[in-house]
């Protein structure tokens, strides 16, 4: 089992950047791919981006590509997702997710949820 906890969101005006973090306590966290995800009003959940267990391979969807970054701490047992020039369209419930396996991650269904942070950006 692994319990992961997201914070770092808030409210930001477009243009504006937030660095937003997943935090887990177990240690096995360190081997899991771990995966972002949002989910704004009314709309299906939509991938983000995943990382590699080594931090080494990221992939993000079209939509972030270039304004979102991935990254990871495995000493610290922290998954980070910076996200910048935010647009409205942006706001949404962001969740991180991890698994072994990180084709599990895109395929949307990995093993353990975060509760979700909240990112909201005004125009």
């Known amino acids: 089992q692994v319990h992961l906890v997201e914070s770092g969101g808030g409210l930001v005006q477009a243009g504006g950047s937030l660095r937003l973090s997943c935090a887990a306590s177990?240690?096995?966290?360190?081997?899991?791919?771990v995966g972002w995800f949002r989910q704004a009003p009314g709309k299906e959940r939509e991938f983000v981006g995943v990382i590699d267990w080594g931090g080494r391979i990221t992939d993000y969807a079209r939509s972030v590509k270039g304004r979102f970054t991935i990254s990871r701490d495995n000493a610290k047992n922290v998954v980070s997702l910076e996200v910048k020039s935010l647009r409205p369209e942006d706001t949404a419930v962001y969740y991180c997710a991890a698994d072994p396996d990180p084709g599990t991650v895109i395929a949307r269904n990995p093993r353990y949820w975060g509760q979700g942070t909240q990112v909201t950006v005004s125009s």
């Open positions: 177990e240690r096995t966290f360190s081997s899991y791919a």
